[in-house]
């Protein structure tokens, strides 16, 4: 399945990811779960964002990206200036 159609596009409802990607499990569950336009990309400083056109949309997915990502939020990021990163817990 192919999201290059909803790449880049913004809507009124837009949540920036503290992380710095989108898992394509994450975008396969939006395709999937969410019944109105929406998009995804990259804005300034590469910060990934998904983007909807309805509000509903977007609160199911902020409540669900929560709850995937949990266990990530446990993990450390650490940048040894490599183009790398190790996670440590």
Request: charged share 20%.
């Amino acid at each position: 399945m192919s999201w290059s159609h909803n790449y880049m596009q913004e809507h009124t409802y837009t949540l920036w990811l503290p992380t710095q990607g989108i898992e394509d499990s994450v975008l396969r569950w939006t395709q999937e779960n969410c019944q109105h336009e929406w998009g995804w990309g990259w804005g300034d400083e590469a910060r990934p964002y998904v983007t909807f056109t309805d509000g509903g949309d977007a609160m199911l997915w902020k409540l669900r990206w929560w709850q995937h990502h949990q266990d990530m939020a446990k993990l450390k990021i650490i940048d040894d200036g490599g183009a790398d990163f190790r996670y440590s817990c």
